[in-house]
């Protein structure tokens, strides 16, 4: 069993800047895929970025260049480092994590999410 909590979230600035965290429990996170989705009102649950144990990574065409992924295997820990953000951004951010996804961008892949962190961009 794997429980993920996120944090980090808030209130910012178009143009500004967050880094979310996923802390994991379990002694497996190291060999599990973490991924980050996120929801807006009124929209599905969408990807936005996923990393593999050998540290592959995929994003979203839509994050590309502004979010990086990273994770502290020491640490049990998934950062999602988010810049230049963008009022179309704001969404709740949930982590998720799985030993095997076969399409990172397919959220029914992962078996583990967290409870989710409000991201909120406005001026």
């Known amino acids: 069993q794997v429980q993920l909590v996120e944090s980090g979230g808030g209130l910012v600035q178009p143009g500004g800047s967050l880094r979310l965290s996923c802390a994991a429990s379990g002694r497996t996170f190291s060999t599990f895929v973490m991924g980050w989705f996120r929801q807006a009102p009124g929209k599905e649950r969408e990807f936005v970025a996923a990393?593999?144990?050998?540290?592959?990574?995929n994003y979203a065409d839509s994050v590309k260049g502004r979010f990086t992924i990273s994770r502290d295997n020491a640490k049990n820990t998934v950062y999602l480092q988010m810049s230049s953000l963008k009022p179309e951004d704001t969404a709740v951010y949930y982590c998720?994590?799985?030993?095997?996804?076969?399409?990172?961008?397919?959220?029914?892949?992962?078996?583990?999410w967290g409870q989710g962190t409000q991201v909120t961009v406005s001026s």
């Open positions: 998720a994590a799985d030993p095997i996804v076969n399409s990172f961008s397919n959220s029914a892949e992962y078996d583990y």
């Open positions: 990393m593999t144990r050998m540290s592959r990574i």
